[in-house]
């Protein structure tokens, strides 16, 4: 269902009213209107008249993680399916989510399940919230499994909150280097060029090099913006739109040097902690690791995941199915043996999760501390060939001239 906003008048008093209302299409967005004896004057669909529209009531992780709250909350406080949606729904700001809430709304009053009500909605909840949900359902602990999406939602979250804040300062000192080094090379290599002209010198080769560099970068400034944002354009389209692109990038952070080991943590801490959820709230086994895999959003990580689950449909237990797995770290097996014989596997995933989680937010920060100084290496040894070939000609002029 579409949502309209309208300007109207009451038929009684011709008093003009606003509002908004949802409807399949505009014509069935004027008959509701004219059932509540309102004389519609204008019928716009939401988010056609702004261009920003869209921008604006874009659903962020927060807004996505109060609303899975707050259900989880009302619905664990004993409320009613109907009336937990629609405070919710009252309650949440964001427009696009308020949107969302209001279809999961009157689905659920025109008796569908809560599951399908979310289904209709696969942009806003992925397949490991829909599972979630449907277990929960089925089980009658759909609050507890609210609060563990909620949960791992804001651990998400707060994981890639510490990943760029961890990449802050890099981006800091990268900024102070190019500007430091622009500053150079526009505004005191050329000076030095013309000072050398005005004495009848021959630059030395350095501050030649330099020079031609300044001249190239001021003449062909545009065809360097088109190679630079070509490639770029270029580049995002083959990794983000085409399958070969999407799976070079995906091997590419699990081989790269430095931080190959920390996207690795990453994958399989996220598919021991998704296994748990789906595990504790009921979901079968083969469909856990299913979703779980699909969860950990590597295409060849997956693939080779994906082995394990033909295992398990042949008999094999997961942790002799894990066991064989490349990019697969040890614990997560070890601690599935130990989960099958205690009847406990949901319990003993999650804490193989929460050690790599930990080892993961370790290793981060160790990477920015170490990317710190070698930025600043880098940074001096630029500057000292800048200032190298800017300074020594000055020094070498002075002392021609003293001699």
């Given at each position: ?22 409807a399949?299409?505009e ?5 509701l ?26 659903i ?14 009302l ?27 209001e279809?999961i709304?009157?689905?659920?009053e ?8 979310f ?33 791992q ?39 030095v ?6 004495m009848?010198?021959?630059?030395p ?17 545009w065809?360097?913006?088109i190679?630079v944002?070509?490639g ?18 995906d ?19 996220r ?8 595990l504790?709230?009921?979901v079968?086994?083969?469909?856990s ?6 969860a ?5 990580v ?9 295992l398990?449909k ?10 064989e ?21 949901d ?8 050690v790599?989680e930990?080892?993961?937010?370790e290793?981060?920060e ?33 002392n021609?001239?003293?001699?």
């Amino acid at each position: 269902m579409k949502r309209y906003n309208y300007r109207a008048k009451e038929k009684k008093t011709g008093k003009q009213v606003k509002g908004s209302i949802q409807a399949d299409n505009e014509r069935l967005a004027g008959h509701l209107l004219v059932q509540q004896d309102l004389i519609p004057e204008s019928i716009v669909e939401e988010g056609t008249t702004n261009p920003f529209t869209k921008f604006n009531n874009r659903i962020t992780t927060k807004d996505h993680i109060m609303f899975t709250k707050q259900l989880a909350t009302l619905i664990g406080a004993g409320l009613p399916l109907s009336a937990s949606l629609r405070t919710v729904t009252e309650q949440t700001e964001n427009k696009g989510m308020k949107a969302v809430g209001e279809e999961i709304l009157a689905a659920a009053e025109s008796g569908k399940t809560l599951y399908e009500a979310f289904s209709a909605h696969p942009h806003v909840f992925n397949g490991v919230y829909l599972a979630l949900v449907q277990a929960g359902e089925k089980s009658g602990t759909l609050d507890i499994a609210l609060k563990r999406l909620a949960d791992q939602e804001e651990k998400d979250a707060a994981m890639l909150g510490k990943i760029r804040g961890a990449l802050v300062y890099p981006a800091i000192i990268l900024v102070v280097i190019l500007a430091v080094l622009g500053f150079m090379m526009f505004a005191v290599v050329p000076q030095v060029q013309a000072l050398y002209e005005d004495m009848g010198e021959e630059l030395p080769a350095l501050t030649q090099a330099l020079v031609n560099m300044t001249d190239f970068v001021i003449n062909f400034w545009w065809l360097i913006l088109i190679i630079v944002f070509g490639g770029i354009g270029a580049l995002v389209f083959f990794v983000k739109r085409t399958e070969p692109g999407r799976h070079v990038a995906d091997a590419f952070k699990i081989h790269v040097p430095l931080f190959g080991g920390l996207f690795r943590k990453l994958y399989v801490s996220r598919f021991a902690r998704t296994a748990e959820m789906l595990l504790a709230t009921g979901v079968p086994m083969v469909d856990s690791i299913t979703i779980s895999n699909e969860a950990v959003s590597n295409s060849v990580v997956e693939a080779e995941y994906a082995k394990a689950i033909e295992l398990i449909k042949g008999g094999k237990t997961l942790s002799e199915a894990l066991a064989e797995r490349e990019y697969m770290l040890p614990l997560i097996p070890q601690m599935a043996g130990i989960g099958e014989e205690s009847g406990k596997i949901d319990e003993m995933l999650g804490k193989a999760a929460q050690v790599y989680e930990t080892e993961l937010y370790e290793q981060i920060e160790n990477i920015s501390t170490m990317i710190e100084p070698i930025l600043m290496v880098i940074m001096a040894g630029l500057i000292g060939v800048v200032v190298g070939g800017t300074l020594l000609p000055i020094y070498s002029l002075v002392n021609s001239v003293s001699a």
